[in-house]
């Protein structure tokens, strides 16, 4: 079965500017959150969807948004770009809403300039 | 709320030296604890779980016991190899909430 992938793995961007990042679950699974990690912040939440609704909420700006597909397929924007939002971002799936362990993609790098 | 509070690192071993990670937790109800790894430039891969108390979980030689009592989940492994370097997060899952740790950084010298 193939795991997590996300894309892009890296990613450029300059302050002001918008980015969408992509996340695709394991097959069957509808669950899909995002975190974003830092060296000095560890490893934070953004949000949770599941079956297209989002299920939680992290403590994030509004700028940090995202939605899900029908095919579980989601999609992570940040509008804005500031500096202090260069990180990692990881998505994780599971294979119901928030009572299983979750499965980590690789990531996408974001570097803010 | 739920929380993880894991021993800070950085960890610097030798190899064949004896691996502990020391992992507490605070929650309501009975949540399932884990233990995750993170090999440098990846996303974090799933180590071992435990769901209930006097759980062990166990794999690639490393083991941690859920303890309601000490409301704790230790990493620990007998004999670390070079690669075993990584970071190590203790996480929590209860109810559609999942915590993690700070991370641990594990560096085992040759």
């Known amino acids: 079965k193939a795991g997590v992938t996300q894309t892009p793995r890296y990613l450029i961007k300059t302050r002001g500017q918008q980015v969408t990042l992509s996340c695709s679950p394991i097959s069957g699974h509808r669950s899909v959150s995002w975190y974003q990690q830092t060296p000095g912040q560890g490893l934070q939440f953004l949000f949770e969807y599941f079956s297209e609704t989002q299920r939680n909420k992290g403590n994030f700006p509004g700028r940090f948004s995202g939605r899900q597909f029908s095919n579980s397929r989601s999609e992570m924007n940040v509008s804005t770009l500031e500096l202090g939002d260069s990180a990692l971002y990881l998505c994780a799936s599971s294979n119901s809403g928030g009572s299983y362990e979750q499965y980590f993609g690789p990531g996408t790098r974001l570097t803010v300039t | 709320g739920n929380s993880v509070t894991q021993m800070e690192g950085p960890v610097t071993l030798s190899e064949e030296a004896f691996l502990t990670i020391n992992c507490t937790y605070t929650?309501?109800?009975?949540?399932?604890l884990f233990w995750y790894v993170q090999y440098p430039g990846e996303g974090l891969q799933l180590l071992l779980k435990a769901t209930k108390a006097d759980d062990k979980g166990s794999n690639k030689g490393f083991e941690a016991t859920y303890r309601k009592e000490t409301t704790s989940f230790h990493l620990e492994k007998g004999s670390v190899q070079v690669s075993d370097s990584a970071v190590y997060f203790c996480?929590?899952?209860?109810?559609?909430?999942?915590?993690f740790g700070a991370g641990t950084r594990l560096t085992v010298k040759p």
């Open positions: 996480a929590l899952l209860g109810w559609n909430d999942m915590r």
């Open positions: 929650a309501t109800g009975y949540p399932s």
